[in-house]
């Protein structure tokens, strides 16, 4: 038996599964978490690609909000923390003097989902996409509820104009997920039905 728990936590290890995680310090579970998020985002992506120093391409956060504090939720007179986690990345396409960004949060939620759930369906609008049910949570971002691995997935999409002294970034086109980034997590992570 002794000799099957050690090699389950081999296996663990080695595979960088998230249930040993808490058994290393605060740092460590840091790079275990963002190494496993790299395999959520491909570093290219037809004409795009990863955006940012390989260390900061993809950031992780945990946010807890107040449910109470939130005039949808506080209608459910619950309170408490509601919580999820999100992977995010952005994906830059080059072309002169302005660029194509999309940016990709995969969030899983990780206290009260059905509360989470239910401000989605309140404060945004539904509409479809080549027959899947979508969320527009303004002109330039969708968002979904993927049949698995996530619970919630954005993209929103713009540009980014850079001249010599500045950058600025617009998100005013309406996404229509035909980006080939949009495209692809639609793909890989496809809403319910």
Same mark, same amino acid.
């Given at each position: 038996?002794?000799?099957?728990?050690?090699?389950?936590?081999?296996?663990?290890?080695?595979?960088?599964?998230?249930?040993? +995680?808490?058994?290393?310090?605060?740092? !460590?579970?840091?790079?275990?978490?963002? @190494?496993?998020?790299?395999?959520?985002? &491909?570093? @290219?992506?037809?004409?795009?690609?990863?955006?940012?120093?390989?260390?900061?391409?993809?950031?992780?956060?945990?946010?807890? $909000?107040?449910?109470?504090? @939130? &005039?949808?939720?506080?209608?459910?007179?619950?309170?408490?923390?509601?919580?999820?986690?999100?992977?995010?990345?952005?994906?830059?396409? =080059? =072309?002169?003097?302005? @660029?194509?960004?999309?940016?990709? $949060?995969?969030?899983?939620? !990780?206290?009260?989902?059905?509360?989470?759930?239910?401000?989605?369906?309140? %404060?945004? *609008?539904? +509409?479809?996409?080549?027959?899947?049910?979508?969320?527009?949570? =303004? =002109?330039? /971002?969708?968002?979904?509820? &993927?049949?698995?691995?996530? +619970?919630?997935?954005?993209?929103?999409?713009?540009? %980014?104009?850079?001249? !010599?002294?500045?950058?600025?970034?617009?998100?005013?086109?309406?996404? *229509? /997920?035909? $980006?080939?980034?949009?495209?692809?997590?639609?793909?890989?992570? &496809?809403?319910?039905?």
């Amino acid at each position: 038996l002794v000799v099957l728990v050690i090699i389950g936590f081999a296996v663990a290890y080695v595979t960088n599964l998230s249930i040993i +995680d808490r058994f290393f310090s605060d740092a !460590t579970q840091k790079t275990r978490q963002l @190494n496993r998020a790299r395999g959520y985002f &491909p570093e @290219n992506i037809g004409t795009y690609a990863l955006y940012g120093e390989p260390s900061s391409q993809i950031q992780v956060s945990q946010t807890c $909000n107040k449910i109470e504090d @939130n &005039p949808i939720l506080k209608k459910t007179g619950r309170t408490g923390d509601a919580c999820m986690k999100t992977f995010v990345a952005e994906y830059r396409e =080059s =072309s002169q003097s302005v @660029n194509g960004i999309v940016r990709i $949060n995969l969030s899983n939620f !990780t206290k009260e989902s059905e509360l989470l759930t239910l401000l989605v369906e309140e %404060s945004t *609008t539904k +509409d479809t996409l080549d027959g899947y049910p979508i969320y527009r949570l =303004s =002109s330039a /971002g969708i968002g979904w509820f &993927p049949a698995s691995k996530f +619970d919630f997935i954005v993209a929103r999409e713009g540009t %980014s104009i850079v001249s !010599t002294s500045s950058e600025t970034t617009k998100y005013s086109e309406v996404s *229509t /997920g035909k $980006n080939e980034v949009t495209a692809y997590f639609i793909s890989k992570y &496809p809403p319910q039905k």
